[in-house]
């Protein structure tokens, strides 16, 4: 997976993967799913051109969910979706994954806040070794970081202390989300510890 700044523009969307989900499980196709977004408004945008661009970002995290979890999703409390919206954001782009998997666990096991100074330290950090993001403007940065927050936080893994500090949470799943988790997805049974991913 290559690095990308294309999150920029990503929104939580948890009802709009909703709609998604539940028009692919009636074994809709891609091509149909956006005629039918388009024509209902069902992202309720104001232009066909933002309903195409929001689909596609939608339509990809939506598709990282396998069948059960898509089931879990439609079924599911608060917390199972925010879980899941949280891994379909992950899943889809390399630098939050690895943010999470560099910091966020990081702080929780070194039972240390996070600092927005960290999200700073973790993408200097990768434009010393590697030559796209070291090409990222400052404002880039900006935007990214912001929508990197906007997922965390939304998702209640972080927590805002004040204005330079938050807490790192475990989230909490069902229980019959959990148990499938461990057996069959380790990054999503990962937010329920903050422990490294175990892929073996």
């Excluded at 709609?19 to 809709?28: A, D, I, R, Y």
């Excluded at 949280?86 to 039972?111: D, W």
């Excluded at 900006?142 to 929508?147: A, D, H, N, V, Y």
């Excluded at 936080?153 to 790192?168: C, L, P």
């Amino acid at each position: 997976m290559e690095y990308s700044a294309g999150f920029t523009k990503e929104k939580w969307s948890e009802n709009d993967i909703a709609t998604v989900l539940t028009l692919m499980l009636e074994g809709k196709a891609k091509k149909e799913i956006l005629e039918e977004v388009t024509d209902g408004n069902l992202f309720q945008l104001r232009s066909p051109i933002s309903i195409k661009n929001r689909f596609n970002m939608v339509y990809n995290r939506a598709s990282s969910l396998d069948d059960e979890m898509k089931k879990y999703f439609l079924e599911a409390n608060d917390y199972d979706r925010k879980a899941l919206t949280l891994y379909s954001f992950l899943y889809v782009y390399r630098i939050p994954l690895e943010f999470y998997l560099e910091v966020i666990v990081y702080k929780y096991e070194q039972q240390q806040p996070l600092y927005r100074n960290d999200f700073h330290y973790f993408f200097e950090g990768k434009a010393n070794i590697n030559d796209k993001v070291s090409h990222w403007r400052p404002d880039t940065i900006k935007r990214l970081i912001s929508t990197l927050l906007l997922f965390f936080r939304e998702s209640k893994m972080i927590e805002k202390i004040d204005q330079t500090k938050y807490n790192v949470n475990p989230l909490h799943i069902s229980q019959s989300l959990k148990t499938y988790a461990e057996r069959s997805i380790p990054l999503l049974y990962s937010f329920t510890v903050l422990e490294k991913v175990n892929e073996g």
